[in-house]
């Protein structure tokens, strides 16, 4: 009621901050927080300071008590405490007293009602105390609180239902309401201010207003019967939704139409019977069975009929507030007055209107007196019966004009609620009809200003504009009063609402009301459908992106609801409101806080003004204007900017600024004498009141005043005093950013508005000497399309700018109020949102400038604003006499860059408040230094624009050159000229004329008919020695083009130079756009990122590149895009591509691109790369000279996962030449061979999907000559082909079981032979047993070494080799560290391809050589090249890793799939071979010192090996080895054979299948058998057998059931062979389970011994059938196949062989 919380941010976050850690600018606590208190406004009155141990942060103030919070969280009360029963009952308010029941709680936040209090603790808990008659304490069952007590507030839509966290509190006389940390109104206590659908008294639980739930409200404030809130407007989307045409009770239409010959009369006063009543007790009660549904409104401009506020209401509480009712729509659909004379009323003084405000008593209506009794009448008689009676008498009721004055401003509440009637309807009917006839036949006379000067800015006809009075009949003079009072109102207000968008929201509103523009008259139709200018809004919607949260918002609505006998609603009558009510002419006024007294209301707007309304009973509203039932400006001196209020109950305190920055006072009220202060209430002989606020003389005593509070007759000050000057410096800036506001909103009211009407109004008048009509030119036509869009975007930087500034104007106010502190200021914290602001509102300006933009506006300025532009001077400042418009308006305009300075001075200022080591002086230093920066760099763009200005305007006619004025463009501003011959183009023409022209953006060369500009982003400038010349040249570089230009002097020269390059390094940096133009550097750097056009290069012409440039040339990172649709993007190097690209090229034919993704050289494909073509083939590998040629793979195909073909191999020229294999998934079959010019020539193996197998010649793509033919049963042909699988001569046909034919064949395999020859069966006659004629494989295959030379020779070359082995070491290693290097660069520049950081840690130890010395390869030494080999094979991006990568993935597409053939076995087992040996030639070209295959490397005798291989004596089966052997197996396997492991040994598998087989089944039948019985079986010794075996840590002994338990360690470790992929590492196993076995058998004997093989291997055979090897003979196999040489005759070979007797023993156990 009587208090207020400040502000939009929360109070219990301002609380908890407020003094926590004071600046070292702070005053000392016992300065500040000072409380000083009073009654009345007399010269006498001499307010008393209370002393308090701590500062007070907060107070509140009831009808005859008051409520302290002070620093740390304590309470303290004074005043009448009739709650307190057996303690003191009062306290003086010099001595408050501590609520102790608060100690232990850390309150953040008092309220005070007219007879209870409230606080809220720092955890958002709400506790109560005081009067609870009417639940005003939220406590059931208490009719008075003595102490504070705590509240639940819980909500009970969520389960378990949780806590409601409180923000702020505030108290009348019956309610309370709380806004939670939601942004949520919960109320508690009695009455319709409660904004609850109820019909039960008190409400004792806190419940939740669900009228308001959905937004965000910002701060509630209670009257004594009434309630506000603040809430923040929704967003557009939200506020624009569809509007019902029908109520949701009645289903009766909403709006009703009467269409006339000329206009159309529209109401929407629906009234609905079905709903609620209002007792005499201010109970509601609601229609028997109606439950009170509820509806959120979705916008203030959302017409509000009787379902608004709770569908049903009774007439007499139905929401009526729409202050267009009943609207005339004529003349583009806008509401018009009636007469001549009462546009001519609008040019009278303030004075005039007030005395026509309060009526006149010539009017031709009736009285008062006469509107009430039929009002009255018509309200006692049932509705029904009205209308009855109405409809029999066959006319509507029409009282006569001259006895009824309907638009009495105290008469309209009661209007609308009862018009319902037709009688009443043909009333309104008739009587606007008259009225818009009367306007149509003036409109066309009405001037332009006279429009202005009725309706500008805030014209109660528009929709949202304040002056409208609901129920009121258009064209009345009453309603004109208001609507001109409003008018004028308006211009002091400064309200940043757009009147454009207003109309253009009226007019929609008005033409767009669902279901009935049917009825809307054609001829208004047509009026209406005019084109208009495009609307440019004033009001950013939703602020300023960036700002964010940073910044309070201004885009604010007040909604009210509660009792309003008095008119504290602001709706416009006396009606009581339920729910929540917007005030919708307030919802454009910007309004930043809220307060209530008992009957009268203020609302404090951004612009430092106050709205009131209400009780004016003693003039507490500061105005005497009447009605009182809607908001209006209080009356304040000129230049009193109002920043905080408050309203007790028969009076109002204004906190405010004036011609200086200390904090004045004002009053505005009922006077309290000093012998009249004891008396009752009642008797008022005691008091006087004020017409309009009067300066409290005493408050220039109080200091620093920061926040007032008022509460019954009582007022508070809360006043800080400033000791280091901190306080008032900071209330000095506070102070001039309200100041700053208020003057860019005036210019945006009273210049740039009128402006942007002109371009909307085409408005005709007559001339006052012939009486001919003439048309104003339109703004549009005046500026021109160019300058009008400028315009439109001057205005929209103008608005966001002044739109910041009220924010952070209402920011720094709140700042005042709670956070004295220098981190609070935002214009430090977040600069950059100022910064940018100012800069794109300085370029908007400049633009419109160098257009010529200003010099055009002047001529429709002139015609609006008169010869004598005083306004225009006042508001630019100027005082020069006889200045042109156009200078005016420029310098109107940038004159908000002059605040700039006072950023820059007033934050110096505060930095003089602290030491100079502090932090905060350092933040204030820096913000003062950024704005005073961009101050200087903001002048020195206004001096470019008028400069250009000035050069476009002077353009030199003389010069006729062809298109040169097509340059001028808004952001160009000129440097430099050369009209006066100081350059010239060397060897030009005796003749010729070269004109160069320096922008910002471009040099311009301009000659007679033709002009070339060059951009300045690709222009290099040098200049050229004078070497004992008189020659003053420049050499000029662009991408196309390079000239030399000649000074007439040396000056002049430096000066084009320093221009240019100057000019460039801007240009390149973007300072032209943005930044505060810091130092300038010598020259810009000559390396540089810019997009060109080429328009002369025959291979680039009209492509555009868009990247890294060197001296004119494409160089780095670009892309370049033709015409036709081609995309290069990548590296260039002197202008051509070079190094790594992407390039996309669109096919003719196809409607797909083909896209080459890899190296570039020298402008060609060239290097390794992917190629997608666009017929769906794929080609991955080398390129060059924009050819396929090197090692690569073509899939063929649509799609990769199902592709015909693929060909992996070698390319020259783009053809198919050299070893390559070609896997035909379509046939089945894979090519193994040699290639020429895409076709098979030479040997090759082709193997298909059923087992065929063929090895020989290949001629013209087809088996031609001698080849080998097996089948799957082993079936052999040998001899001559002709075509593929087709016989053809001389041959031999073996059979499986070995007969063979020997003579000639033809036809083709599997479809029938003829043989012409012998037939041999040489079992019959050999009695030795011929071993059969066996075919030896791969005798007519492609040698091992010839497979793949591609992919080894092009990792010679990546070495800087031209041919294997040929090449300089130190180049290689050079190559290496390059080539890691650049693709490290690369990763690190591209972020999908990152690397991890120790990934960056092994590339860089990979570009460094481990053999730093030359000399023999120690075992140190060894170790360091073989670590760095398994890391460099591990890397893609090295050579060696690419290798490895390459022939991994050739091996597999070899061996896998088709080629998965045993008979390939042997062919794949050569091809690893090959690969070790040309790998280990790559390894001892990078580590020379390597010694070859077999070589040795010495071991030093101290080895821990050779210690360790001498102890064990039970294992030594040879000597210890004088070194190691170096072999390409044991460096290189290791790396390569894990890679190509499954491939490999599926071959092995399939080869040893049927052997494999036997082996398994024989494991299978032995291991059946228990341990002991198996022992026995295998002949193995009894000594041998284990008596004991551990079993889960215990040792349990051997019996004959026992089963996998002997031996167990040494077969578990038997069983990892097959988890191995080396021999070596396989070996290793052999030798572990030799171990294992060995320590089994000493524990068990308990001696040492020695193995005899005899011995060994019955154990052995034991352990591996327990083993159970699956493919123990591929295993076996492949050790034999690839084990290292220089072991196969020592300890491990040993060991293997008795491994493969095993196997072979297993296999025969079934036949011993």
């Known amino acids: ?303 509000l009929s009787s379902h608004t506020s709770a569908p049903g209401l009774h007439p007499s509480i139905t929401d009526h507030t729409d202050y267009e009712r009943r609207r005339t729509v004529a003349q583009n659909g806008e509401i018009l007055t009636t007469r001549d004379s009462d546009m001519r009323d609008a040019a009278g003084t303030d004075s005039d209107r007030t005395v026509g405000g309060a009526g006149s008593q010539n009017s031709p209506y009736p009285d008062d007196q006469a509107v009430k009794e039929y009002l009255k009448k018509l309200s006692d008689t049932s509705l029904a019966e009205e209308t009855a009676k109405m409809t029999i008498a066959g006319a509507s009721f029409q009282p006569p004009a001259e006895n009824l004055d309907l638009l009495t401003s105290d008469l309209l509440p009661g209007v609308i609620p009862v018009t319902t009637s037709s009688a009443l309807n043909s009333l309104v009917s008739s009587c606007a009809s008259a009225v818009a006839e009367r306007v149509v036949s003036t409109c066309e006379a009405l001037s332009l200003k006279k429009r202005i000067n009725c309706y500008y800015p805030g014209v109660g006809g528009v929709a949202g504009a304040p002056g409208g009075v609901p129920g009121g009949f258009p064209g009345g003079p009453a309603e004109e009063r208001v609507r ?101 002419c307030l919802s454009s006024k910007e309004v930043v806080l809220v307060a209530a007294g008992a009957h009268h209301s203020l609302a404090l707007t951004a612009q430092s003004q106050v709205f009131s309304w209400g009780s004016n009973s003693s003039g507490q509203l500061g105005h005497m204007a009447c009605p009182t039932t809607i908001p209006r400006l209080a009356k304040l001196s000129e230049g009193i900017r109002v920043w905080d209020v408050g309203a007790g109950a028969q009076h109002t305190l204004l906190l405010a600024d004036g011609d200086c920055y200390q904090p004045i006072l004002y009053y505005s009220g009922q006077q309290v004498r000093e012998a009249a202060q004891d008396a009752p209430q009642d008797q008022t002989e005691g008091y006087s009141y004020t017409q309009q606020p009067v300066l409290l003389p005493f408050c220039m005593n109080l200091g620093y005043v920061s926040g007032v509070f008022a509460g019954g007759q009582s007022c508070v000050a809360l006043a800080d005093r400033n000791v280091t000057g901190f306080i008032a410096s900071l ?118 400038l160098v257009m010529g933009g200003f010099q055009a506006l002047a001529k429709p300025s002139l015609d609006f604003f008169g010869k004598c532009p005083e306004l225009l001077q006042r508001l630019a400042e100027s005082s020069e006499e006889n200045i042109p418009l156009s200078d005016l308006l420029v310098a109107l305009f940038y004159l908000p860059t002059r605040h700039l300075h006072e950023y820059g001075r007033l934050l110096l200022k505060l930095g003089t408040c602290f030491e100079v080591s502090s932090v905060d002086y350092q933040k204030l230093q820096d913000g003062c230094s950024k704005f005073e920066a961009l101050a200087l760099h903001l002048k020195r763009r206004r001096k470019e624009a008028e400069y250009t200005y000035h050069f476009w305007k002077s353009f030199p006619g003389k010069m006729t050159v062809s298109g040169l004025d097509s340059l001028r463009k808004p952001p160009r501003r000129l440097i430099c000229e050369s009209s006066n011959k100081a350059l010239t183009l060397q060897n030009s023409g005796r003749f010729s004329v070269n004109w160069f022209i320096l922008f910002n953006d471009a040099l311009v060369h301009a000659q007679f008919s033709t002009h070339h500009v060059f951009p300045l ?121 070079d190094g790594f690209g992407d390039y996309v090229m669109p096919s003719k034919t196809l409607n797909l691109n083909d896209h080459y993704q890899g190296h570039w050289k020298e402008g060609k494909m060239h290097g390794i790369g992917t190629y997608k073509y666009a017929t769906g083939e794929l080609y991955e590998g080398s390129f060059q000279d924009n050819m396929r040629h090197g090692h690569g793979m073509l899939r063929s195909g649509t799609l990769n996962s199902s592709s015909p073909s693929v060909f992996i191999g070698q390319w020259v020229h783009d053809k198919k030449t050299g070893y390559g294999v070609f896997d035909d998934i379509t046939r ?67 059979m499986a079981n070995g007969d063979y034919f020997e003579g000639t064949f033809t036809g083709e395999w599997g479809s029938g032979l003829k043989v012409s020859g012998s037939f041999f069966k040489p079992n019959l006659y050999d009695s030795d047993g011929d071993k059969g004629r066996a075919v030896k494989l791969g005798r007519l295959a492609v040698h091992p070494e010839e497979k793949w030379r591609a992919v080894f020779e092009e990792c010679w070359m990546r070495l800087g080799c031209e041919a294997p082995g040929q090449g300089e070491n130190q180049r290689a290693w050079e190559n290496i560290s390059v080539a890691l290097t650049t693709s490290r660069r690369q990763h690190r520049d591209c972020p999908e391809m990152n690397l991890s950081q120790s990934h960056n840690i092994t590339l860089e130890s990979l570009e460094f050589n481990p053999q730093q010395h030359v000399g023999p390869v120690t075992m140190e030494k060894y170790d360091r090249i ?26 597999r597409m070899t061996y896998v799939g088709v080629g998965a053939n045993r008979r390939l076995l042997l062919q794949a087992v050569n091809e690893i071979m090959s690969y070790l040996a040309r790998i280990f030639q790559l390894a001892r070209f990078l580590f020379p010192d390597l010694p070859e295959e077999g070589g040795v490397i010495p071991e030093p005798s101290s080895d821990p090996q050779d210690k360790k291989d001498s102890n064990c004596a039970d294992t030594q089966l040879e000597s210890p080895k004088p070194g190691r052997v170096v072999s390409s197996s044991s460096l290189l396997l290791p790396v390569l054979l894990p890679r190509l492991y499954p491939p490999l040994f599926t071959l092995y598998a399939l080869e040893k299948e049927r052997e494999d087989d036997v082996y398994w089944e024989c494991v299978l039948r032995l291991n059946k058998q228990p341990d002991m019985a198996l022992l026995a079986f295998l002949g193995v010794q009894h000594k041998f057998w284990p008596v ?125």
């Not at 005042?816 to 981190?823: I, Q």
């Not at 080999?1429 to 091996?1451: F, S, W």
């Not at 389970?1633 to 089994?1640: G, L």
């Open 731 to 848: 209330h000095e800036l506070a102070a001039a950013e309200r100041k700053f506001y208020c003057k860019l909103s005036s210019v945006k009211n009273h210049i740039l508005r009128p402006l942007l009407d002109l371009g909307e109004n085409y408005c005709s008048r007559y001339s006052s000497a012939g009486q001919r009509p003439w048309v104003r030119e339109s703004l549009g036509t005046a500026l021109g399309p160019a300058s009008t869009v400028l315009l439109q975007s001057l205005a929209r930087c103008y608005s966001r700018l002044c739109h910041l500034t009220g924010q952070h104007s209402a920011l720094l106010t709140a700042n005042l109020r709670r956070r004295r502190e220098v981190k609070s200021l935002v214009m430090l914290e977040h600069a950059s949102i100022f910064l940018d602001t100012y800069n794109e509102y300085c370029c908007s300006v400049g633009n419109f």
């Open 1017 to 1137: 982003a690709t222009l290099w400038v040098e200049p050229i020695t004078e070497e004992n010349t008189d020659l003053y040249g420049l050499k000029v570089i662009s991408p196309e083009e390079t000239f030399t230009l000649l000074a007439c002097s040396s000056m002049e020269k430096a000066k084009w130079l320093r221009s240019i390059n100057q000019a460039v390094d801007q240009a390149m940096s973007g300072a032209g756009q943005s930044g505060s133009g810091a130092g300038q550097r010598a020259e810009p750097p000559i390396s540089r990122t810019a997009s060109y056009t080429f328009y002369k290069d025959s291979r680039l012409k009209e492509a555009t590149y868009e990247g890294r440039w060197l001296a004119g040339k494409p160089n780095g990172r670009g892309m370049v895009k033709w015409l036709d649709g081609r995309i290069y993007t990548g590296t260039f190097k002197n202008g051509l591509e």
């Open 1 to 303: 009621m009587h208090q207020h919380c400040h502000g939009q941010i929360s109070v219990m976050e301002s609380q908890r901050k407020r003094y926590a850690a004071p600046s070292s600018g702070e005053d000392s606590s016992g300065e500040r927080g000072s409380l000083h208190t009073w009654k009345g406004y007399s010269c006498s009155v001499t307010p008393e300071r209370v002393l308090l141990s701590r500062p007070v942060l907060q107070a509140a103030l009831g009808m005859r008590h008051g409520v302290l919070l002070v620093e740390g969280g304590q309470v303290y009360s004074f005043g009448e405490f009739r709650w307190k029963q057996s303690q003191v009952s009062e306290v003086g308010p010099l001595k408050p007293v501590l609520e102790s029941a608060l100690s232990g709680q850390c309150v953040v936040a008092v309220a005070a009602g007219s007879f209870h209090s409230g606080a809220v603790t720092e955890d958002g808990g709400v506790h109560m105390w005081g009067e609870n008659s009417f639940g005003q304490c939220g406590l059931s069952s208490l009719t008075v609180v003595p102490n504070p007590t705590p509240v639940a507030i819980m909500d009970p839509d969520t389960s378990p239902p949780h806590t409601i966290r409180v923000l702020e509190l505030t108290c009348g006389e019956q309610h309370s309401l709380a806004l939670s940390a939601q942004h949520e109104v919960w109320a508690w206590g009695s009455g319709c201010q409660l904004g609850l659908v109820t019909t039960i008294f008190p409400v004792w639980k806190p419940q939740k207003v669900e009228h308001l739930a959905g937004r965000h409200v910002l701060q509630v404030a209670c009257g004594a019967f009434h309630s506000l809130a603040l809430v923040r407007c929704l967003p557009p989307q939200e506020a624009r939704r569809p509007l019902p045409d029908k109520c949701g009770q009645c289903n009766q239409l909403l709006y009703t139409m009467t269409d006339k010959e000329d206009h159309v009369i529209i109401s929407d006063s629906h009234y609905c019977p079905l709903g609620v009543e209002l007792l005499a007790d201010g109970e509601a009660r609601l229609e028997p069975g109606r439950s009170p549904p509820l509806r959120l409104q979705s916008s203030p401009s959302e017409p």
């Open 1588 to 1712: 004991s075996v551990p079993v889960l840590g215990e040792r349990t002994e051997v019996v004959s059931s026992t089963k996998d338990a002997c031996f167990a360690s040494a077969t578990e470790t038997l069983q990892q062979i097959s988890t191995t992929f080396t021999p070596s590492d396989k070996l290793q196993v052999i030798q572990l389970t030799f171990e294992e076995i060995t320590k089994e058998v000493v524990s068990s004997l308990e001696n040492s011994f020695l193995w005899s093989m005899d011995d060994l291997f019955p154990v052995f055979l034991y352990v591996v059938l327990r083993a159970r090897i699956r493919n123990l003979g591929s295993e076996v196999s492949l050790i034999e196949d690839l084990m290292d040489p220089c072991v196969q005759h020592g300890e491990h070979g040993i060991m293997f062989t008795t491994l493969k007797a095993c196997y072979y023993q297993i296999q025969h156990e079934k036949t011993t």
């Open 1426 to 1451: 073989r670590h760095y080999l398994i890391k460099a094979c591990d890397t893609p991006l090295h050579p060696l890793g690419r290798l490895m990568e390459t022939l991994v993935a050739v091996y």
């Open 1228 to 1294: 089945g079959e894979k090519y193994m061979g040699m290639w020429q010019d895409d076709q098979r020539q030479g040997t090759g193996v082709i193997v298909t999907q059923f087992g065929l197998y063929y090895e020989g010649a290949f001629n013209n793509n087809k088996m031609q000559g001698t080849g080998v033919l097996l089948s799957e049963d082993n079936t052999t042909y040998e001899g001559e082909f002709s075509e593929d699988w087709t016989l053809n001569g001389k041959g031999v046909l073996t």
């Open 484 to 584: 001109l009072e409003e008018s004028m109102q308006g211009k002091k207000s400064c309200s940043t609402g757009d009147i454009r968008e207003e109309e253009a929201e009226g007019l929609s509103r008005r033409l767009s009301l669902p279901g009935l523009l049917s009825q809307v008259s054609p001829r208004l139709l047509r009026r209406a459908s005019r084109p208009r200018v495009r609307v440019v809004p004033l009001t950013p919607v939703g602020g300023l992106p960036e700002a964010g949260e940073l910044l309070p918002s201004l885009q604010t609505e007040v909604w009210s609801w509660g009792r309003g006998e008095e008119g504290q609603l602001g709706h416009g009558d006396n009606l009581p409101r339920l729910q929540p009510l917007c005030i919708k």
